[in-house]
C-alpha cells in the first residue's frame, strides 16, 4: 500500500502542544513543512502544567462555566516507568542532581521532560502561546485547505489558511460523571476528578470515590490520609463484594443515592456520606472543529477515522495524534502524518479507508467492547489483546501490532523490544503489583540492558553530530 511520490511541503497547524503536539511540531518539521503551532496557555506541557486553580463548577458541567485545562492532582505520579514514556531519539532519564530521580515519577518530573525537547529541538519559535483556536473549517473555495479562526488572550483574533491541520489537544477536560439513578436530590456534594488537586476538603467526612482506575486508585488513598472513610465504587469488583482495611471500604457501583443523604451499593451495604469523587474519566471534545457533522464523538469514539488518524472524507487535511494515549504512540502517528503530508508515503482511497474504519469497528461490536473503548487498544479489563488476532487480519488492536504497522507504511523503526518487554511488565505491575507497584522493582538486570540502549543510541547521535 506504501508508494513513494515526489515531496511536496505544506503549510500545517498544529492545536495543542502537550505531549502530543510537541512531537508532532518536530515530525512535521523534519519532514520539511512549515508548522505554526497553537496553544491556549502560557507554556508547553498540555496535560502536565500542574495549577492549583480549579473551576467553579465542580462537576464542570456548566457549558459557560470558566474553563481550567489542567487536570493534574498535586501528589500524581506516573503509572509508567520513564523510560518506557520517553520519545525514542531523546530519553526520558533521570536529571543528574535535580528534580524527581524516582522511575514512577511525579508530573513536575514529566513537565520538565516536555520543557527540554522543546529546547532541545527549538520548537517553541513555532508556537503562538495564550492563542485559543476557536473554528477549524474547510475553507469554501477550496475544501482541500482549512481555516483556523483563532483568539489571543488579549483579545487579538485573526484567520489563517492552511494546507492541513493536525489535532492533539489532548482529551482531560471534558468530565464524564457517572449515572447515579437519585443523584439529583442527594444532598451532599460532588466533585469530578478534573477539579482534584488535594484532600483536605475532605477532613473528617465519608467519601465515596467512583472508579478504581488510575485516577480513583491514587485520589482515593490521597482522601484516605485525611478523610473519615472512602468508600471506592468499582465496576471491577462483583455486584455482592466487599472489602475493607483501615478506613477504605470496596465496593461495587451504585446502585441508588437518596434524599436523605444515604448512598446504596449494589452489596446492599448503605453509607451516608458527605461528598462523591467522580474518577470517571473525560471525553474527547473538539467544539472548534467545524466539519458538517462528519467526524463525530458517540460515546468516546472518534469516528470514522482510520487507524485512529484520518477521517477518510478530509485525509490528509485534518489529522488527529494522540487518541490512543502514549508517548512513543504520538511520536510514530506524528511520523505517519507528516510522511503522508509530503507525498513520501500514499494513503488508501477514501472508500477504502472508510471499509477498514468500519470493519474495525464491527470486530469491536463483535468482540462486545463498548464504543468509548475504540482507542484504548488494549482489553479494557487490562489484559493486552496481543494474539487476539492474527497478522493477516485487517484489524490492529494491541499498541505493538499498530504501532510496528504504522512503522512499516513510513518505513520507520519498529517498537524498540525493550521497550515492548517494558511496557508489558509495566502494565502487569499496574494491575497485580499492589499498593506500592510504583517503589518496587525486582529486575535491575533488565533496567540496566534499557540504559545500555540509551548509552548507544547518545553514542550514536554524538557521532552523526
Excluded at 344 to 353: A, F, G, I, S, Y
Aim: include cysteine.
Amino acid at each position: 500500500m506504501t508508494s513513494l511520490i515526489t515531496s511536496r511541503a505544506r503549510h500545517v497547524a498544529v492545536i495543542g502542544l502537550g505531549a502530543a503536539g510537541l512531537v508532532a511540531v518536530r515530525e512535521l518539521r523534519r519532514e520539511g513543512h512549515t508548522v505554526i503551532g497553537f496553544e491556549r496557555e502560557k507554556h508547553v506541557g498540555g496535560l502536565w502544567v500542574y495549577t492549583d486553580r480549579v473551576e467553579p463548577d465542580s462537576l464542570s458541567v456548566d457549558p459557560d462555566r470558566t474553563i481550567v485545562h489542567s487536570s493534574v492532582y498535586q501528589s500524581l505520579r506516573t503509572n509508567l516507568p520513564r523510560e518506557c514514556m520517553g520519545y525514542s531519539d531523546f530519553p526520558f532519564v533521570t536529571r543528574s542532581g535535580e528534580g524527581d530521580p524516582r522511575r514512577y515519577p511525579d508530573h513536575r518530573e514529566v513537565l520538565m521532560y516536555l520543557q527540554d525537547f522543546a529546547k532541545e529541538f527549538k520548537i517553541e519559535e513555532m508556537i503562538r502561546f495564550d492563542t485559543e483556536v476557536l473554528c477549524v473549517e474547510p475553507t469554501p473555495e477550496n475544501n482541500r485547505n482549512w481555516s483556523v479562526q483563532f483568539k489571543s488572550s488579549s483579545g487579538v483574533s485573526g484567520e489563517e489558511i492552511f494546507d492541513a491541520v493536525v489535532v492533539c489537544n489532548g482529551h482531560f477536560t471534558e468530565p464524564r460523571l457517572a449515572h447515579i439513578p437519585g443523584i439529583e436530590s442527594w444532598p451532599g456534594k460532588q466533585i469530578h476528578s478534573h477539579n482534584y488537586r488535594i484532600p483536605d476538603l475532605f477532613k473528617d467526612q465519608v467519601v465515596i470515590v467512583i472508579g478504581s482506575q488510575a485516577s480513583g486508585n491514587d485520589i482515593s488513598k490521597d482522601i484516605a490520609t485525611i478523610a473519615k472513610e472512602v468508600h471506592i465504587s468499582s465496576k471491577a469488583v462483583a455486584s455482592d463484594s466487599y472489602g475493607c482495611y483501615d478506613n477504605l471500604r470496596i465496593h461495587p457501583t451504585i446502585y441508588r443515592a437518596r434524599e436523605d443523604g444515604s448512598v446504596v451499593f449494589r452489596n446492599g451495604k448503605v453509607v451516608f456520606a458527605d461528598a462523591i469523587v467522580h474518577c470517571t474519566g473525560y471525553k474527547y471534545h473538539f467544539p472548534f472543529l467545524k466539519n458538517n457533522g462528519y467526524v463525530t464523538v458517540e460515546d468516546n469514539r472518534v469516528g470514522p477515522l482510520y487507524k485512529h488518524v484520518f477521517p477518510p472524507a478530509f485525509a490528509p487535511g485534518i489529522s488527529f495524534i494522540g487518541l490512543p494515549f502514549m508517548f512513543f504512540m504520538f511520536e510514530i502517528q506524528s511520523k505517519w502524518v507528516a510522511s503522508v503530508l509530503s507525498g513520501r508515503v500514499k494513503l488508501p482511497t477514501e472508500d477504502k479507508m472508510m471499509e477498514e474504519a468500519i470493519a474495525f469497528y464491527t470486530k469491536l461490536e463483535d468482540l462486545g467492547i463498548p464504543k468509548r473503548y475504540t482507542h484504548f487498544l488494549t482489553d479494557p479489563r487490562g489484559n493486552p489483546m496481543l494474539g487476539t488476532f492474527k497478522p493477516e487480519d485487517a484489524v490492529v488492536i494491541s499498541q505493538s501490532d499498530y504501532f510496528n504497522w504504522i512503522a512499516k507504511q513510513c518505513r520507520c523503526t519498529y517498537i524498540e523490544r525493550w521497550r515492548e518487554r517494558l511496557y508489558n511488565v509495566a502494565i502487569k505491575k499496574i494491575f497485580f503489583g499492589g499498593d506500592s507497584y510504583r517503589d518496587q522493582w525486582d529486575d535491575d538486570q533488565f533496567i540496566e540492558e534499557v540504559y545500555g540502549e540509551f548509552a548507544k543510541l547518545k553514542s550514536n547521535q554524538d557521532c552523526s553530530s
